[in-house]
């Protein structure tokens, strides 16, 4: 449990060793008076079991070290360093000969942990596969969110049927252990690692596939052979529902003659967006059902692998429906509510007030910015500020406001280093950093950063 300390006191020692916006962030050096190794404030002190956790000091929630806000940002892929427009800067600057030789491994990671701690950052957000900063197991020099995937169905990748596979059968469950034992089991007593997250935001609501032009469980399980028991376990929710099967038959435009000739017919529904809206709210019951077997599933073989790290669960989409739809249920068995929302402070306040006593857990903002078009960056991922100076403000804004509140535990940006429309992938939508494509900070997104580094837990204390 935290000792008690009188706020003014807590003021003081808060402030020991910070300087002006653009001076030493608090924990750069390390360790300093006030910050633990991690990027933790030492002022609050909990029970160390050597692992990041969830805590409530009976005024708020905290990720566990010291008291820890993630503070930290994601897209630290080192081959955005390795572009045609600026590659050959990045390997004279390593004095590398060649990407991912020595070199360059040794210069990429230096040069990152030193920009991280010029910004007063705690956390690689979960969008990092620059593996000089996270592997070998126990050797990171800085907290990381790392990826445990059983299925893979981040949107990105424009998951296909195939990828919605039959949760609800005993190859998932192998699927799982097999994949938790890969790329768990040798972090399990890696103290960096802030927890596991799995999806990028999977599309899993109706909307959410029409958006992706993906599918989701219900449309394609209900098509599968009698045998599957995902389509067992379909028949058995559609018979919870109705309970005669003459009303299935008046939404679905069929003929059943009872249940068990729903359970034999196979490929009866085309795989598109629901026709009425009762398809729709079968097709959001059944989900959540799927769901709650997802999870459970996918957490026990975690679990099983490394009992000692945070369940992050997917990254869930915010933006759209499948948070509101979801989070009731995904909470039952994740360690805080991992969310991608790129809204302004008022909509991420509207989304926390409305779940907040639903879910009991408290909200990581595990991906999101703001962003400002430019010449080669013309359509940015966010919402579009007029200029640098108000992306800071809204960027100040936001984290000011959301670690101001009790159930908010933290905000991974998007991201480190500007992409171009000239990169391979990125041609439509681009990835703003807070840095260019050779390394300069916007300087006003590097002032509200730093300040808001230097002020994190005098913010997360303040008394409303």
């Given at each position: 449990m ?9 003021l ?5 060793g910070?300087?002006a916006?653009f001076?030493?962030p608090?924990?750069a050096?390390?360790p300093t008076?006030?910050r633990?190794?991690f990027?933790?404030w ?9 692992f990041f956790r969830?805590?409530h ?5 905290w990720?566990?070290?010291h008291?820890?806000?993630?503070w930290g940002v994601?897209?630290y892929?080192?081959?955005w ?6 590659r050959d800067?990045w390997?004279?600057?390593?004095g590398?000969?060649q ?5 360059w491994n040794?210069g990429?990671?230096e ?7 010029r910004?007063g950052?705690n956390?690689l ?6 593996t000089?900063?996270?592997h070998p197991?126990?050797?990171a020099?800085f ?5 445990y995937?059983p299925?893979?169905l981040s949107?990105?990748?424009k998951p296909?049927?195939d990828?919605?596979a039959d949760?609800?059968?005993?190859e998932?469950?192998?699927q799982?252990?097999r994949?938790a034992?890969?790329?768990a ?6 103290p ?5 997250c799995?999806?990028d935001?999977?599309?899993l609501?109706d909307?959410?596939?029409e958006w992706n032009?993906s599918?989701?469980?219900p ?5 599968f052979a009698?045998?599957?028991?995902g389509?067992?376990?379909?028949v058995?929710?559609?018979?919870e ?5 003459a009303?299935?038959n ?10 068990s000739?729903l359970?034999?017919a196979?490929?009866w529904r085309p ?5 009425n809206q ?6 959001a ?9 997802y999870?459970?599933v996918?957490?026990?073989?975690l679990?099983?692998?490394d009992?000692?790290?945070l ?8 933006d759209m429906?499948?948070l ?11 360690d805080l509510v991992n969310t991608q929302h790129?809204?302004?402070?008022e ?5 926390m007030d ?9 909200f990581l903002?595990?991906d999101?910015a703001?962003?400002?078009p ?5 359509n940015p991922h966010?919402q579009h500020?007029?200029d640098?100076?108000e992306r800071?403000?809204?960027t100040?804004?936001f ?6 509140r009790p159930d908010?535990?933290g905000w ?7 992409t171009?429309n ?8 681009q990835?703003?950093?807070?840095m260019?494509?050779r390394?300069?900070f916007?300087?006003e ?7 808001i580094?230097d002020r994190?837990?005098v913010?997360a204390?303040s008394?409303a």
């Amino acid at each position: 449990m935290p000792f008690p300390i009188a706020r003014r006191d807590f003021l003081k020692s808060a402030l020991v060793g910070l300087g002006a916006c653009f001076g030493t962030p608090a924990w750069a050096a390390q360790p300093t008076v006030d910050r633990d190794r991690f990027g933790g404030w030492t002022g609050l002190k909990f029970d160390a079991t050597g692992f990041f956790r969830t805590e409530h000091d009976g005024r708020r929630w905290w990720l566990v070290t010291h008291a820890f806000i993630s503070w930290g940002v994601n897209h630290y892929h080192s081959g955005w360093w390795a572009q045609d427009y600026n590659r050959d800067y990045w390997l004279q600057r390593f004095g590398a000969e060649q990407v991912d030789d020595p070199a360059w491994n040794r210069g990429f990671r230096e040069a990152a942990l030193a920009d991280l701690r010029r910004l007063g950052l705690n956390t690689l957000g979960i969008h990092t596969n620059a593996t000089m900063l996270t592997h070998p197991p126990g050797q990171a020099r800085f907290p990381f969110v790392a990826p445990y995937e059983p299925l893979m169905l981040s949107h990105y990748l424009k998951p296909q049927p195939d990828a919605y596979a039959d949760i609800f059968a005993p190859e998932f469950e192998a699927q799982c252990e097999r994949t938790a034992q890969q790329v768990a089991a040798p972090y399990r007593d890696d103290p960096m690692v802030l927890g596991y997250c799995m999806a990028d935001c999977p599309p899993l609501t109706d909307n959410e596939a029409e958006w992706n032009g993906s599918t989701t469980w219900p449309r394609r399980l209900r098509n599968f052979a009698a045998e599957a028991p995902g389509k067992q376990a379909y028949v058995d929710s559609m018979r919870e529902r109705y309970g005669d099967v003459a009303g299935f038959n008046a939404t679905y435009g069929t003929g059943f003659g009872g249940w068990s000739d729903l359970l034999n017919a196979t490929d009866w529904r085309p795989d598109l967006a629901p026709l009425n809206q009762a398809e729709r709210d079968d097709n959001a019951a059944f989900l959540l059902l799927c769901v709650d077997r997802y999870y459970s599933v996918a957490r026990a073989a975690l679990r099983r692998a490394d009992p000692n790290h945070l369940f992050l669960g997917d990254k869930i989409n915010g933006d759209m429906d499948s948070l509101n739809s979801i989070a009731g249920t995904t909470s039952q068995y994740t360690d805080l509510v991992n969310t991608q929302h790129y809204a302004r402070w008022e909509g991420q306040r509207a989304t926390m007030d409305r779940l907040t006593d639903m879910v009991g857990q408290p909200f990581l903002n595990g991906d999101a910015a703001y962003t400002t078009p430019t010449g080669t960056m013309p359509n940015p991922h966010g919402q579009h500020a007029r200029d640098m100076a108000e992306r800071a403000l809204w960027t100040r804004e936001f984290m000011e406001n959301a670690t101001a509140r009790p159930d908010f535990v933290g905000w991974h940006m998007c991201g480190m280093i500007d992409t171009a429309n000239t990169m391979p992938g990125k041609e439509q939508n681009q990835h703003q950093g807070l840095m260019t494509t050779r390394g300069e900070f916007y300087p006003e997104m590097e002032a509200a950063v730093r300040d808001i580094s230097d002020r994190l837990y005098v913010i997360a204390t303040s008394e409303a």
